[in-house]
């Protein structure tokens, strides 16, 4: 990993998964970004061996020259090889593989760091894109070139007064991000493209209510749909059912919540669509194999 470790921690105290921020004392020029070569002895914190799941309250974009490197998002695990990309934004959980080799370059940014009008234009908080990228030859050579030319301002602190070295870097990060950011909405749109729109349509739904709702027949009738002709669509697009769809949307989140936080159990349930306690430790047990307090003592 670049060497970049923090001093943060956990701002809710007590023993959640720890939360890191960007260091930018350790940042050349103090700057809101980092770039470096990935590899062996790199951290993002002495205190937190990447193995262990945690999360970063920064953008991550690794460009890969080895593999095959596993790496855990959100509870999904990703085989990059080289030439892909892993993009990991502010806030998701994630975890680095023991057994993979990662080798490459990494962009670090903090949130801030760009102006409103370029965060929106690259979408640095699109959560509904695909974290791992396969640029095609092109794509990937332009990347490169872009990433590269980023590294040399970065580091070339002689050249240029500091404001004018800063302002360098921001117009530098946004040229990488454009493409970056174009490569993610391309590969989201031929996900979507391959999906039925009725499948497309209840996913959104889902993303939308699942916290509120885990009802097929109320999904089906909100959208026009029969409840067979969304099964069928649902099956197509995903090989499981509209039901299964819902719930493994609703252990995601409530994943994320006993990770992130320290909310009684009870709290985590409520907020996923379950006032009782018992039932969500229950419906949390069948899909998981374990409570979610086993599931909680696991990560910590």
Known sequence: MADT???GGDPTGGDAIRTFPFP???AVGGVGMQVGPMGDGHTWHADAPLH???RIDFHVVMLFTGGPVRHMIDFAEYEATAG?????RPGQVHRFSRTSEYRGTVLTMQPGFLPRSTVEATGLYRYDQPPLLHPGPGQLAALRAALDQLRREYEDTATLPAPLHTAVLRHTLTAFLLRLAHLAASSAQASRQQADTTFTLFRDAVE???ATNHSVSAYADALGYSRRTLVRAVRAATGETPKGFIDKRVILEAKRLLAHTDLPIGRVGAAVG???AANFSKFFHLHTGVTPVTFRAELR
Not at 84 to 88: A, F, K, P, S, V
């Open 24 to 26: 930018v004392e350790l």
């Open 84 to 88: 892909d990309l892993l993009w990991i």
């Open 52 to 54: 262990r799941v945690h």
């Open 5 to 7: 470790p923090s001093r």
């Open 208 to 210: 939308q209510d699942f």
């Open 274 to 276: 379950f006032p009782d």
